[in-house]
């Protein structure tokens, strides 16, 4: 695979026109989504299949089914394949990955026979990082990436990406950027990677559907619009009910929204501190907010930001590719890697 640090000199003569294309796989709890990428990041093709989240072997048949559908229409080279989970610094093996039954699953040993190519696996944090990074936000006045960037994404959980240097930063064992599972609340909230009080119990999906229950069984009447939005059951509540009716003016929605961005600028204030980009991109579903996140998180970076009054805070963007990321970026990733 030659150097596993995917560098900004890969990266700029992949965007000067290596010629063929690249699948990108990404691979999530519930769904695959598979794509034909071009080396400008564009999809060509697409397509998806169900995951089957519980049966390893089938989760490879399925993706192989995936590439043999998008060949029928496209020539191809390489295949990147993002997973929610704990990838080796080679780029070849899962070793843990919490929604699927995958433990040290040598994932590119089994697919690399069965599609006759090239594959690089990698964290699909760390894909849709790359992807914004080349192709999204991070991208400056003149089209060209920045050389630094964080990626924040927001769903259920807490996701990151670290690019430095114009190289995405991966660790010593392919498991650097976990920023949700770095505790912020010390003897704080319990969270699943066994610890408690981490960003990702603040900072997500899943923390803003908790205060939204939270608020509608304490018969708080400001949330009379809420509960009547979910049939008066708490336990229907989910995200984009939450942002819906937030974006329709409801204020209850909207502080909702507004807390869960006061601690996302919080923790940017911190990762801040550590990283140094250039730029913070934000995705995931609960970015689907926009402003009645962002605007809450971006007071509460600049209140919380160290040495403020002497420097400015880095701008924070939604993520411009959207749930097409993961895609993207394990595709180009593939092409570059």
Request: charged fraction near 20%.
């Amino acid at each position: 695979m030659g150097d596993q640090r995917t560098t900004a000199a890969s990266a700029a003569a992949a965007a000067g026109g290596v010629p063929g294309n690249a699948i990108g796989i990404d691979i999530g709890g519930t769904k695959i989504g598979a794509g034909v990428v071009d080396h400008r990041g564009e999809i060509l093709a697409q397509t998806r299949r169900e995951t089957p989240a519980s049966h390893p072997d089938a989760i490879t048949e399925a993706v192989a089914d995936a590439v043999e559908e998008l060949a029928t229409t496209h020539e191809f080279g390489p295949v990147g394949v993002g997973v929610a989970g704990f990838v080796d610094a080679a780029r070849s093996s899962v070793v843990f990955a919490p929604n699927l039954a995958w433990r040290d699953e040598p994932l590119r040993a089994r697919l690399e026979p069965l599609l006759g190519r090239r594959v690089v696996v990698e964290n699909d944090a760390n894909a849709a990082a790359w992807a914004e990074y080349r192709f999204g936000g991070g991208l400056d006045e003149h089209g060209l990436p920045v050389d630094d960037l964080l990626m924040l994404t927001v769903g259920t959980g807490l996701g990151a990406g670290i690019v430095s240097g114009g190289v995405l930063q991966r660790g010593a064992n392919g498991a650097a950027a976990e920023l949700g599972h770095v505790r912020a609340v010390p003897d704080g909230r319990a969270c699943g990677c066994g610890n408690a009080g981490c960003w990702e119990q603040y900072v997500s999906g899943n923390a803003l559907v908790r205060e939204a229950r939270d608020l509608l069984r304490s018969g708080d009447p400001s949330a009379e619009q809420l509960l009547r939005a979910v049939g008066g059951d708490p336990e229907a509540v989910d995200g984009p009910t939450v942002t819906r009716l937030a974006q329709g003016g409801d204020p209850a929605a909207a502080r909702l929204l507004a807390e869960v961005g006061r601690w996302l600028g919080e923790a940017v204030a911190s990762f801040v501190a550590v990283l140094d980009p250039e730029v913070v991109v934000v995705g995931g579903g609960v970015s689907h907010a926009g402003e009645l996140l962002l605007a809450p998180a971006r007071a509460s970076l600049a209140a919380n930001l160290p040495g403020r009054t002497h420097r400015r805070p880095p701008p924070l963007r939604t993520a411009r590719r959207g749930n097409a990321a993961g895609i993207v970026g394990a595709a180009d990733l593939a092409r570059t890697a």
